[in-house]
């Protein structure tokens, strides 16, 4: 996930999308603490997270089928759907 990704989602008041950190305690973190940094099997998990490979160019030819494969929570989607939208045709 690139800057304008996170900074559209932040915008969006959808920054829950953009991943959190498992750490070994299993407790999500929006950044890894001091403790989870060193562990090896901290991971970035979310919609957005760096698995998935979404930059500025993959998030706005994001459509409703690939939304709906990425994202299972419906009202979330729908927000991220309809703002992604709004951007398109401007």
């Not at 998935?52 to 299972?72: G, R, W, Y």
Request: a positive charge; aromatic letters at 6%.
């Amino acid at each position: 996930m690139d800057n304008f990704v996170k900074e559209k989602l932040q915008e969006w008041n959808l920054s829950s999308l953009a991943g959190k950190y498992l750490c070994s305690t299993n407790h999500f973190r929006k950044k890894p603490t001091k403790n989870c940094e060193t562990s090896a099997i901290t991971t970035n998990v979310g919609v957005f997270s760096v698995e998935n490979m979404i930059d500025q160019e993959a998030f706005l030819l994001l459509n409703e089928e690939t939304l709906k494969e990425m994202i299972s929570a419906i009202g979330p989607r729908i927000k991220l759907q309809r703002k992604l939208q709004e951007l398109q045709v401007n």
